[in-house]
C-alpha cells in the first residue's frame, strides 16, 4: 500500500523558457486520503520546485485552487486521487483563460467584470452607524443567500463554453453576485447594475448551457441566477410597453 | 491617509500569456455540451412545425387548397419527417419544463417552493392544453 504511485500529467507553461506548453509526468505516492492538491504540493516539495499553482486554505473556501482535473473544473483541494486511481490524472489550468505560468490563470478579466456588475451592496439609504444595523428578515436573507455562497473560483467560467467563445460575456458568477445584491432587501443599485447584466454581454449571451450550475463547489447555481435576471428583464421590459406611464 | 496598494496586471506587466484555442469539437468534450447541442438542434423541429401550423393556417380558407395539405400529410415522405420530429419536440418539450424552475422561483416565507412541484404544474398545464387542442380539433372533425 505504502509504495503505490500514482500517475499526474501536469500542463506546464514556462514563458521565459518555451512558447508552447507540453505535459510532464510525475509519478507520486497513491494516498487514500490525498486531494489533487496534496499531490501538486508533493511535486512542489519533493520533485519539481519550478512547478508553479494558486491555493491557499486547502478546505474549499478561497477558492484558489480550481484547474482543470482529467478535463473538469475543479476545486483540487476537494478532487480526491482515490476517485481517479488506478488512472493517471491530468491537471490542466482553468479552461478559457490565459496561462500566465504552468496552472496559474490570469484572473484579471474577471475581476474587471465584478467591478462591471458593481457586485457589491451599496445601501437603499446610508445612515450613521449609531443608527444601528440594517436589519434583515429571515425571509429577506432566505432569497439571495444561495448566490452569496459564491467563493469566486472562476469554475463556473471555465465550465462555460459560451465564455470560452465570447470573453465580453460577463459570465455566470459576475452575473450570480449581481443578483445576489440585486435581491438583497439592503441594497438599493439594481438599477446600476442592469445596464452591464441586462445587456447582450449579460444575461442575453447566455444560451443555458448550464454546466455552470453542475460544476459549482459550493451549490450557487449562477445558471439559476442567469434564467431569473432573464425573467425580471423580460417582466421589465412587458411592463414600460404596456404601461409606459408607469415607473418599471 | 492609508497607504494605496498598488496592482500591476501580468499582461500590463508584458508577461508572456499563452491563450488556448478553443476546439471546434468542444461540445463533443463533455456529456453535458452534447446534450446542450442535441436541445438546440431540436429547435429545428420546433420550428419546422411552427412553420407546418402556419401552411395550414394559410390553406384553410381555400378547401382544395387544404384537402391537397392533408393529402401531403399522409404522404410517406410526410410520416418519415414526422417519425424524426416528434421524438426532437418532445425531448425539446421535456427538456424545456425541466429546466422551468432554474427560472421560475416561488417562495412560501422562508421556504423555497420545491423545483418538482413547478416542473410538475408546468406538465399538468401541458397536458391540459395538449387536451383542449386535440378535444377542440377531434371534435370539429
Redesign the interface.
Not at chain 1, 444560451?207 to 454546466?211: A, E, L, M, P
Given at each position: 500500500m505504502a509504495d503505490e504511485t500514482i500517475t499526474l500529467e501536469v500542463f506546464r507553461?514556462r514563458?521565459?523558457e518555451e512558447?508552447?506548453?507540453r505535459y510532464q509526468r510525475y509519478e507520486v505516492p497513491y494516498r487514500e486520503d490525498w486531494v489533487v492538491l496534496d499531490a501538486l504540493n508533493h511535486i512542489k516539495d519533493q520533485l519539481d520546485g519550478t512547478l508553479t499553482f494558486r491555493w491557499s486554505c486547502r478546505m474549499g473556501v478561497c477558492g484558489s485552487c480550481g484547474m482543470m482535473v482529467n478535463?473538469?473544473p475543479k476545486l483540487t483541494c476537494a478532487a480526491f486521487l482515490r476517485d481517479y486511481y488506478p488512472e493517471p490524472i491530468r491537471v490542466e489550468p482553468l479552461?478559457?483563460f490565459?496561462?500566465?505560468c504552468d496552472l496559474v490563470i490570469?484572473m484579471?478579466d474577471f475581476l474587471h467584470k465584478l467591478g462591471e456588475v458593481n457586485a457589491w451592496l451599496v445601501p437603499q439609504q446610508e445612515k450613521p452607524v449609531s443608527d444601528g444595523e440594517y436589519l434583515q428578515t429571515?425571509?429577506e436573507l432566505?432569497?439571495y443567500k444561495q448566490f452569496s455562497m459564491c467563493i469566486n473560483c472562476m469554475l463556473c467560467y471555465a465550465a462555460c463554453?459560451v465564455y470560452?467563445?465570447h470573453p465580453e460575456f460577463i459570465g455566470p458568477a459576475a452575473i450570480a453576485l449581481a443578483q445576489r445584491y440585486n435581491l438583497d432587501s439592503r441594497d438599493g443599485a439594481a438599477e446600476d447594475r442592469a445596464e452591464a447584466i441586462f445587456s447582450h454581454e449579460g444575461i442575453w449571451q447566455c444560451?443555458?448551457?448550464?454546466?455552470c450550475?453542475?460544476v459549482c463547489p459550493k451549490d450557487v447555481?449562477p445558471?439559476?441566477a442567469i434564467?431569473?435576471a432573464?425573467?425580471t428583464h423580460t417582466t421589465q421590459w412587458w411592463k414600460s410597453v404596456l404601461m409606459p406611464w408607469g415607473n418599471k | 491617509m492609508t497607504g494605496e496598494t498598488q496592482t500591476v496586471s501580468p499582461k500590463a506587466a508584458g508577461a508572456k500569456q499563452y491563450i488556448r484555442p478553443v476546439p471546434a469539437n468542444w461540445w463533443l468534450k463533455r456529456k453535458t455540451y452534447f446534450l446542450f447541442m442535441v436541445r438546440e438542434l431540436t429547435c429545428l423541429a420546433v420550428g419546422g412545425y411552427a412553420v407546418l401550423l402556419l401552411v395550414m393556417a394559410g390553406c384553410a380558407r381555400d378547401e382544395q387548397a387544404f384537402h391537397a395539405f392533408f393529402q401531403w400529410l399522409e404522404s410517406p415522405f410526410s410520416i418519415a419527417l414526422h417519425l424524426i420530429s416528434l421524438p426532437m419536440v418532445v425531448y425539446h418539450s421535456i427538456t424545456w419544463f425541466n429546466l422551468t424552475p432554474k427560472a421560475m422561483v416561488v417562495w412560501r416565507g422562508e421556504e423555497r417552493v420545491s423545483p418538482v412541484l413547478i416542473a410538475g404544474s408546468n406538465y399538468v398545464a401541458w397536458l391540459i392544453v395538449s387536451f383542449l387542442i386535440a378535444w377542440f380539433f377531434l371534435g370539429a372533425a
Open positions: 507553461y514563458p521565459d512558447s508552447e506548453p478535463g473538469d479552461n478559457y490565459p496561462v500566465i490570469n484579471e429571515p425571509a432566505a432569497h463554453p470560452g467563445h444560451t443555458f448551457v448550464g454546466d450550475t453542475r447555481d445558471a439559476g434564467q431569473q432573464k425573467v | -
